[in-house]
């Protein structure tokens, strides 16, 4: 399943050329973002708008990400920061998304010029525990972040959204 959404949305986030994350730093900046949400499989699409900061902090190597997005009828915050561990393109962080998971902690592992992401979050309302999975597909000068559902049969996209500066 995992395989089958990572080849989906690399096929939608093509690169001229290979090349590997080798530097958070890459997402410092102002980034304007557009696409899609849905708050769970079953729920419908709603059209997104975002503006996001990147501010990356050499020193210990991180990235925090900041902003809000819109959706018909609401906003939300966006905040995340992103490190790496000490093993080779081994990731961990915290992601706060207004419009799905809600706040939690992701691990992630690096190939190529994308970032996988698994995240487990509790439905504050049902106290159900799903997982998901999230990637970050990063160039020079834009990036991608699509989510989708990891306890579904069939992989489920609930996110996509390409960023710009």
Do not use: H
């Not at 729920?43 to 501010?55: D, K, L, N």
Request: charged share 25%; aromatic share 10%.
């Amino acid at each position: 399943m995992n395989k089958l959404f990572i080849a989906f949305f690399v096929c939608l986030f093509p690169l001229s050329s290979a090349w590997a994350v080798d530097s958070l730093e890459l997402l410092s900046g102002k980034w304007t973002g557009t696409g899609w949400a849905r708050q769970a499989a079953d729920s419908e699409r709603e059209s997104v708008r975002c503006r996001v900061t990147g501010t990356y902090r050499k020193d210990i190597d991180r990235i925090t990400l900041s902003g809000k997005c819109a959706s018909p009828g609401r906003t939300g915050r966006i905040d995340a920061f992103v490190e790496p561990l000490d093993k080779p393109g081994r990731f961990t962080g915290r992601w706060s998304n207004p419009f799905g998971a809600g706040s939690t902690m992701v691990d992630g592992v690096s190939r190529d010029n994308t970032i996988t992401f698994r995240y487990s979050v509790r439905d504050p309302k049902t106290e159900e525990r799903s997982n998901g999975i999230m990637l970050w597909t990063i160039a020079p000068d834009r990036f991608a972040i699509a989510s989708a559902d990891a306890d579904a049969a069939t992989p489920v996209t609930l996110s996509e959204i390409e960023f710009s500066r």
